[in-house]
Every structure is written in C-alpha cells, then in structure tokens.
C-alpha cells in the first residue's frame, strides 16, 4: 500500500469497499494466464506493441554541434557522441502511452462487472484512451475535464465525443486537471456500485499508483529488450516527463535494479518558479495528501492545494506519483525542470531534426536532455571520467503533438525564428 | 454478542446521554468557518446553539474537498484564506459562550501540514471536543487516533458501502458519535431520500452503544424525523449553507431568522 512513507488509502469510507474490491479483483486476475492473454494480444493487435525504439540521430548530433559551437575551448579531437533513442510511445493507438493502462483496466473493470467507467482528463489523452477502450468493450463513459483544459484542447474533445463518451465540464477551482480528478472521484463516490473508476495516471489511493504502474511497465520492458538487442547493453540514462508520473514509473521501473542507468524525471517550469507559475512537484513541494494518497505537492503553508501552471496540460497537476516520491527520497532517481519557453524550443527542434512532432509533455523531456548533454557535469562524467564516449540515452516519447499544434500555432511563436 | 467497552470522558457521549435519557434526539447542524466571515460565523454559532442547535458542527476551508459537493464546496471557496489559527481563536470565542459539544470538520492534508499532534493539542486547549476528518479512513488514523486519545473523540464514519469488518472494527474504535453516511455519495441537498445506510445503521447497533448520527442530503424536517426514527442524532450541512448563501450581503447586523427558524423546526422534527 505504501512506497515508503509515500500512497496508502485517504478518502471517503464510501469508496473503502470498492477499492478492496478493486485490489482484490486485481490481484486474483493480474498473473491468470487468460488475463495476461487478453491484455497481451490486445495490446499487440489494437495498441500496435512493440512500439519502437528508434536511433534519433539527427537529433543526436543536433546536440553535439551546439555543444561544439558554444564551446571554442573544446579540443579538436572532442568526440563525445551521445546516442538519444526515443521509445516511441507516440506510434501507439491514440497517440500516447496513456493506452497501455486504459486497455489494461478496461478489460479489468469488464471482468468485474462494471458497466460504466468514469474518468478524469487533463490534455485530453487519457479521456481519448479511456473512450476508445469504452467503445471497444461496450462500456458507457464519462469523462472530467477542466473547462481550461477543454478550451485548450478542441481536438481531444472533440475525440472523446466521436467515441462516444460523454464529456463533463469542470468549472470549479483551477478548472484544469486536479479539479476534474475531484470530479471523477465525487462522481464515482456517487455511483460506486456500477462504475468502474479508470485513473489516469499513478497517482491517487492504493492499488491505482501499482496498477498503473504496473500497466505502463511495458514501456520499460520492450526498452530494455530494444536497447540490449542494438546496442549490447542497457542505456546511462532514461529521461521521461513527470505530471502524475505514469509515463516515467512505466519506462523507469523494469530499471531500477539496475544501478548503472540513471532515471531522470522531468517536471514543467512553467513561465517561472513562482506559486501558481509552474508544476515542479518533487523539486519545489513539500509531503501531504491529494487524491487519497501521500505524495509530494504543491500546497501553501496551510496545507491547501496550490495552483498550477504548464504550457502542457498534461503536466499541468500539483501533485505526483507516490512512487516517484519515493525515488527521488531514496535518490535513485532525479528529477528536472524545464520551462515552458525551453519545452516549446524542443517541440520545434525536434519536429525539424527528425520529423516527429512530440507532445508538449514530451517535449520536456526532449529539451531536458538537451540541456543535460550540454551540460559541463555531463561532459566531465561522461567524456573526462567515465571515457564513455557514446553514452546512451533513451527518452520516453510519451505522445505526439497533434493535440498541440493548433494551440502553438495559436500562441504564434514557432515561425518566428 | 458483546459490545465492544466504549470510554467514558467523551464530553460528546455524555451529552448523548443525557439527551437520550430525556428521549430527545439530538441536532447537529454544520457551518463553514469564515462563510461569509469569521464574525458571522460566531455570532451564527451561538445563535444555532441557543435555538436547538446541540452540537455544533464547523467546517475548515479546504480547497479539494472530495466528501463534499457544490453547495459546501462553494461555501468553503467563499470563505477564501480563512487560516488555521483564526478558526482556532474561533472556537475559542465559542467555548467562552458555551458549554456544548463543538467538533470541527477538517480534511487531513492541511492537518497534516501544521502537525498532527499540535493540531489535535491545540484545538483541543481551545475547546474543541471532536474532529471529523472525512478523507482519513481507518487504515490511515493510527497514529492521529492515539495523539488524540483522552483530548478529543475521532469521529469514525460507516457508509452504505461498509461491510460487516469494516463495522466491527469502527464499533471497537468509535468515540463521541459513529458518522452514519446516508448514501453512496456526496454531501449536498437531496429531494427524496432513500436512507442506503440503515442496514449498516442497523447492523452496527449490535456492536456498539456509541450513538449514530446520520448525515448527508438532510435538507428538511421531514427528512430530520425520518433520519432521527434510525439514529441518536441527525446532521444537517448544505441546507444550512445554502441559506447562509443567501443571507443579506450587509456586513453588519445580519439578519438570521430564517436560518434560525429552519434549525428550530428541524429540532421540534426530531423524534
């Protein structure tokens, strides 16, 4: 129930009974071998696994040629090549790894019986998943989403209503993705006896943080399998984006035994590190409770809920993962910030470098390694110290940025230079 | 069966008692600190407590009140930056007026964040007798349950959901009263009513004499007697709020005689 002093269960008595027959349900189907079949041929024939892991190379040395530009103290024989592969969860069906869990507790809440299931949406990405999987097994839904948000993303929504779900807009609060999470879980306290709650991300009361993380391992799995088949050996680094969590926890977690590949999170900046101007959790919040678990968050010395800003609003959230929570308190994993500025330079680079337009959310792990390549403790650890010339990284390419084009282009500053 | 041995300093218990021996029920209506100020809240209270109000229930502001729905949520949200320590010098100003119980509704994160143990000694020196923590269910309370054992009861919750364990095991913990959850759902006024709580209500009975209160969606005194046939007690939060709402926006001199003649009438409802 717990990640050391991270999770447990903190919500209303209502939702007790369902969420030990949730775990209960979970645990009974999770290694029964029909389950795993199901789950494993539908996320090969309709998600489209194994997603890729694909050699960015132009992106690669993109990287390298600033750093030899910027520098003219570098020697001549300066040959530090970084090797950025991107999992490309972008190629699965809808768009993004949000799929890997809708798919995987929708077949749960089939085999419990549920006949409607509930959720909460930021970007829109979980709610298109959430549709998607409802339409494929015949479940009605409904989906929670920040007014905010739904002015931010047309497109999702629009989705969402061609798959049938029936979209709620949240006015209360910040009118984004922790409201909408409020929502849901009202909404489900309301309806418990044939609703099946589909959390997002791995956050919120225990088992969600385990089964959905447990559902995003997937991507860390076919990583590890990947890289060791092209390269021999497993990747220094794995650079993922943090909102909830559940993209970085799926690709970080097959590695966390192995103590040689460094795990790096990366949280939104925002316009700058001001209360309300940005959503970097774990490197600016302090411990408490949101959505029934214990996690780091943003809150006020009052112990109330802070609001939160991202250009992206998948990351747009003022709380996190418990499980992060524990690895950034045991160090076994770091985590980064970059700004909404940065973000937005790293959507363009890496649309242009490579051809794939990456979600917002991605797109702060893009520029993340951008500035850690370019970074003076990367060369001297890498290129001085460990003489490892070619280090390999992998970033989680969590999404692609279909969603977001309309809203760059809006803000009108991609074209500009 | 045997019951499970309830302990005998609850200022909460007592006050049960003694109502129940008179065979009265006992009202506890529930406010927002600071909605739509700290002053009003006061005067308010002791108002409510001088015209049937038993038990005063108020609420700390929070800003994701989950247990909740609009019309307390909104409350909360009008009352804005209220602080801790203006609700504790609030109580305080209470307890001067008056000798009945006062619990406070507080969801734990902001409990949490100013410290579990100088919450409880704080609230507690200032009078406070019970806490109600909505968001903090069983297997989360070990530890605020013994710092607040002999200063303050930890109201414990039962819902439609709960099943016969989970009953036993809030009957061998419950102090002050046992916060019966009428339905599956949120707080917030209902038109019809449909008590999904009264087997629980029922059951419970068997294992403990710690009396029940039954709230959420008791909007009116029909409802209140309805409630009152099931329990020792009945709480009534959004139809209180949503007259405070729509109280006059003068800030001074408010006038309260619809909400008071709605708690008398709800008190004169109760079998």
């Given at each position: 129930?717990?990640?050391?002093?991270?999770?447990?269960?903190?919500?209303?008595?209502?939702l007790?009974a369902p969420l030990n027959e949730l775990e209960e349900a979970y645990n009974?189907l999770?290694?029964?071998?029909?389950?795993?079949?199901?789950?494993?041929?539908?996320?090969?024939?309709?998600?489209?696994?194994?997603?890729?892991?694909?050699?960015?190379?132009?992106?690669?040395?993109?990287?390298?040629?600033?750093?030899?530009?910027?520098?003219?103290?570098?020697?001549?024989?300066?040959?530090?090549?970084?090797?950025?592969?991107?999992?490309?969860?972008?190629?699965?069906?809808?768009?993004?790894?949000?799929?890997?869990?809708?798919?995987?507790q929708?077949?749960l809440a089939?085999?419990m019986?549920k006949?409607?299931?509930?959720?909460?949406?930021?970007?829109?990405?979980?709610?298109?998943?959430?549709?998607?999987?409802?339409?494929?097994?015949?479940?009605?839904?409904?989906?929670?989403?920040?007014?905010?948000?739904?002015?931010?993303?047309?497109?999702?929504?629009?989705?969402?209503?061609?798959?049938?779900?029936?979209?709620?807009?949240?006015?209360?609060?910040?009118?984004?993705?922790?409201?909408?999470?409020?929502?849901?879980?009202?909404?489900?306290?309301?309806?418990v006896?044939?609703?099946y709650y589909?959390l997002?991300?791995?956050?919120?009361p225990h088992p969600y943080?385990?089964i959905?993380?447990?559902?995003?391992?997937?991507?860390?799995?076919?990583?590890?399998?990947?890289?060791?088949?092209?390269?021999?050996?497993?990747?220094?680094?794995?650079?993922?984006?943090?909102?909830?969590?559940?993209?970085?926890?799926?690709?970080?977690?097959?590695?966390?035994?192995?103590?040689?590949?460094?795990?790096?999170?990366?949280?939104?900046?925002?316009?700058?590190?001001?209360?309300?101007?940005?959503?970097?959790?774990?490197?600016?919040?302090?411990?408490?409770?949101?959505?029934?678990?214990?996690?780091?968050?943003?809150?006020?010395?009052?112990?109330?809920?802070?609001?939160?800003?991202?250009?992206?609003?998948?990351?747009?959230?003022?709380?996190?993962?418990?499980?992060?929570?524990?690895?950034?308190?045991?160090?076994?994993?770091?985590?980064?910030?970059?700004?909404?500025?940065?973000?937005?330079?790293?959507?363009?680079?890496?649309?242009?470098?490579?051809?794939?337009?990456?979600?917002?959310?991605?797109?702060?792990?893009?520029?993340?390694?951008?500035?850690?390549?370019?970074?003076?403790?990367?060369?001297?650890?890498?290129?001085?110290?460990?003489?490892?010339?070619?280090?390999?990284?992998?970033?989680?390419?969590?999404?692609?940025?279909?969603?977001?084009?309309?809203?760059?282009?809006?803000?009108?500053?991609?074209?500009?230079? | 069966?045997?019951?499970?041995?309830?302990?005998?300093?609850?200022?909460?218990?007592?006050?049960?008692?003694?109502?129940?021996?008179?065979?009265?029920?006992?009202?506890?209506?529930?406010?927002?600190?600071?909605?739509?100020?700290?002053?009003?809240?006061?005067?308010?209270?002791?108002?409510?407590?001088?015209?049937?109000?038993?038990?005063?229930?108020?609420?700390?502001?929070?800003?994701?009140?989950?247990?909740?729905?609009?019309?307390?949520?909104?409350?909360?949200?009008?009352?804005?930056?209220?602080?801790?320590?203006?609700?504790?010098?609030?109580?305080?100003?209470?307890?001067?007026?008056?000798?009945?119980?006062?619990?406070?509704?507080?969801?734990?994160?902001?409990?949490?964040?100013?410290?579990?143990?100088?919450?409880?000694?704080?609230?507690?020196?200032?009078?406070?007798?019970?806490?109600?923590?909505?968001?903090?269910?069983?297997?989360?309370?070990?530890?605020?349950?013994?710092?607040?054992?002999?200063?303050?009861?930890?109201?414990?919750?039962?819902?439609?959901?709960?099943?016969?364990?989970?009953?036993?095991?809030?009957?061998?913990?419950?102090?002050?009263?046992?916060?019966?959850?009428?339905?599956?759902?949120?707080?917030?006024?209902?038109?019809?009513?449909?008590?999904?709580?009264?087997?629980?209500?029922?059951?419970?009975?068997?294992?403990?004499?710690?009396?029940?209160?039954?709230?959420?969606?008791?909007?009116?005194?029909?409802?209140?007697?309805?409630?009152?046939?099931?329990?020792?007690?009945?709480?009534?939060?959004?139809?209180?709020?949503?007259?405070?709402?729509?109280?006059?926006?003068?800030?001074?001199?408010?006038?309260?005689?619809?909400?008071?003649?709605?708690?008398?009438?709800?008190?004169?409802?109760?079998?």
């Open positions: 129930m717990y990640f050391g002093e991270f999770g447990g269960r903190y919500v209303p008595e209502t007790i009974s999770k290694d029964e071998p029909d389950f795993k079949k199901e789950l494993n041929e539908v996320l090969q024939n309709y998600v489209g696994r194994p997603t890729a892991l694909y050699y960015a190379k132009r992106f690669s040395e993109a990287l390298t040629k600033d750093i030899k530009e910027m520098d003219n103290n570098i020697d001549s024989d300066f040959d530090i090549n970084p090797k950025v592969y991107l999992k490309r969860e972008d190629l699965s069906h809808t768009g993004a790894h949000k799929i890997n869990n809708t798919v995987g929708g077949i089939k085999k019986g006949k409607k299931i509930v959720a909460e949406t930021g970007a829109g990405q979980h709610g298109v998943a959430t549709a998607t999987v409802a339409a494929r097994l015949g479940l009605e839904c409904t989906v929670f989403m920040g007014e905010e948000d739904i002015s931010r993303q047309g497109l999702n929504v629009f989705r969402m209503k061609l798959l049938g779900a029936n979209v709620e807009p949240v006015k209360t609060g910040s009118k984004t993705l922790k409201d909408a999470t409020n929502e849901a879980i009202r909404y489900w306290v309301s309806n006896s044939d609703t589909l997002g991300s791995a956050v919120g943080p385990t959905v993380r447990d559902f995003q391992k997937v991507i860390g799995h076919e990583t590890k399998t990947q890289i060791n088949d092209v390269e021999g050996r497993n990747p220094d680094y794995i650079v993922a984006c943090v909102g909830g969590g559940s993209n970085a926890i799926g690709i970080m977690h097959p590695f966390i035994d192995d103590d040689e590949v460094e795990l790096i999170g990366v949280e939104a900046g925002g316009e700058k590190i001001e209360r309300g101007c940005h959503a970097a959790v774990l490197n600016y919040g302090t411990a408490g409770v949101l959505h029934g678990s214990k996690s780091y968050l943003l809150q006020d010395r009052e112990g109330q809920i802070e609001p939160v800003h991202s250009i992206s609003a998948g990351l747009d959230y003022p709380g996190v993962g418990p499980e992060h929570s524990y690895l950034k308190d045991i160090n076994r994993a770091k985590y980064g910030v970059v700004d909404d500025k940065e973000a937005l330079d790293a959507f363009k680079l890496l649309s242009s470098t490579e051809g794939i337009i990456p979600a917002l959310e991605s797109a702060h792990a893009i520029a993340y390694t951008k500035k850690m390549v370019q970074s003076k403790e990367f060369l001297d650890e890498n290129l001085y110290n460990k003489k490892n010339k070619e280090p390999l990284i992998v970033i989680n390419l969590s999404g692609r940025g279909d969603k977001d084009v309309e809203q760059v282009s809006d803000m009108g500053v991609l074209l500009d230079g | 069966m045997d019951k499970y041995i309830e302990y005998d300093n609850s200022v909460i218990e007592k006050y049960f008692a003694t109502k129940n021996k008179n065979n009265e029920k006992v009202l506890i209506p529930f406010i927002m600190a600071g909605d739509p100020d700290l002053s009003t809240t006061e005067k308010l209270a002791l108002e409510i407590l001088d015209n049937g109000g038993d038990i005063l229930e108020i609420g700390l502001p929070y800003s994701d009140p989950l247990a909740d729905g609009p019309v307390i949520q909104q409350s909360a949200e009008r009352a804005g930056n209220v602080k801790i320590a203006q609700v504790l010098e609030l109580i305080k100003k209470i307890r001067a007026k008056t000798d009945k119980p006062l619990v406070l509704l507080a969801y734990f994160n902001p409990i949490y964040n100013y410290g579990t143990e100088k919450f409880i000694n704080d609230f507690c020196e200032a009078g406070l007798n019970g806490l109600v923590i909505p968001d903090l269910a069983f297997e989360e309370r070990d530890g605020l349950e013994k710092q607040a054992k002999d200063k303050l009861d930890l109201i414990s919750f039962i819902a439609p959901t709960s099943d016969e364990n989970r009953l036993k095991e809030v009957a061998k913990r419950a102090k002050g009263f046992i916060y019966c959850v009428s339905v599956a759902g949120v707080t917030g006024v209902r038109e019809g009513f449909d008590y999904q709580v009264r087997e629980a209500v029922e059951k419970i009975k068997n294992y403990t004499d710690v009396p029940l209160a039954i709230g959420f969606g008791i909007s009116n005194p029909d409802q209140a007697k309805k409630a009152s046939e099931l329990a020792d007690g009945v709480i009534v939060g959004s139809a209180i709020i949503k007259k405070i709402e729509s109280l006059p926006k003068k800030p001074d001199n408010k006038d309260f005689t619809e909400i008071i003649n709605f708690i008398k009438d709800l008190k004169a409802s109760l079998v």
